[in-house]
């Protein structure tokens, strides 16, 4: 499938699917490279997918509807465009709203992990392990998305280890944190930002070392 070419509407197989992702993942693969050599285009698209997130969040409610929400985003695209005084002068429209989609599915994948969750906390507790890894990104985005986010569940007391990579959609940077949340609160305890990888991985570490 080409890059410029529109996708059939509906995800009736698993082929139609992992098509569509690959697609997700190329379009990332492209927009996020440019932050390196070309700033303005980069930050344009960048804003345009995180403005395209609210209108995909009401649209878009499970996986089989990213195919038919593609062109209506298109439009919604140069809509908000339009609002926001974003100029449109060398973007690529189709490569923005794809990686928005692709990090809508990504939404929508965190959203149906609770099963999966529950399993890998079972097997965990049965090996002996003090703590068990939730949710990890997906591979094949690593380094070409927006956000990652890993979640370790610590067995003993509940408390969720939240580590995340974001991109300053200012500046291209990446943003660095880590979230406590103890037990089933949904406020954290704890919030941790920074510019600097390898403290990011040392402070985490002795967070995780400290909870035993």
């Not at 097997?123 to 690593?142: C, F, M, S, V, Y």
Request: glycine share 6%; hydrophobic share 45%.
């Amino acid at each position: 499938m080409e890059m410029n070419e529109v996708p059939p509407a509906g995800l009736d197989s698993g082929d139609a699917l992992a098509a569509l992702v690959v697609r997700f993942t190329e379009a990332e693969r492209q927009l996020y490279p440019l932050a390196l050599v070309d700033p303005d285009i980069y930050q344009r698209s960048v804003r345009l997918v995180g403005l395209l997130g609210d209108f995909l969040s009401e649209r878009a409610l499970n996986v089989n509807d990213l195919a038919s929400i593609r062109v209506p985003a298109l439009a919604r695209l140069h809509g908000v465009a339009s609002s926001q005084g974003i100029v449109l002068t060398n973007l690529d429209d189709q490569l923005i709203v794809d990686a928005a989609l692709a990090q809508h599915y990504r939404v929508l994948l965190a959203q149906g992990v609770d099963d999966e969750a529950e399993m890998i906390t079972d097997r965990a507790r049965a090996a002996g392990e003090k703590w068990a890894p939730i949710q990890t990104p997906d591979n094949g985005t690593l380094g070409f998305a927006m956000s990652h986010q890993w979640v370790d569940l610590h067995l003993s007391s509940g408390t969720r280890l939240v580590r995340s990579v974001d991109v300053d959609q200012a500046t291209g940077s990446p943003i660095f944190r880590i979230e406590v949340y103890p037990g089933s609160q949904l406020e954290a305890s704890l919030v941790l930002e920074m510019n600097n990888r390898q403290e990011w991985l040392d402070e985490a570490e002795a967070i995780r070392a400290d909870m035993g």
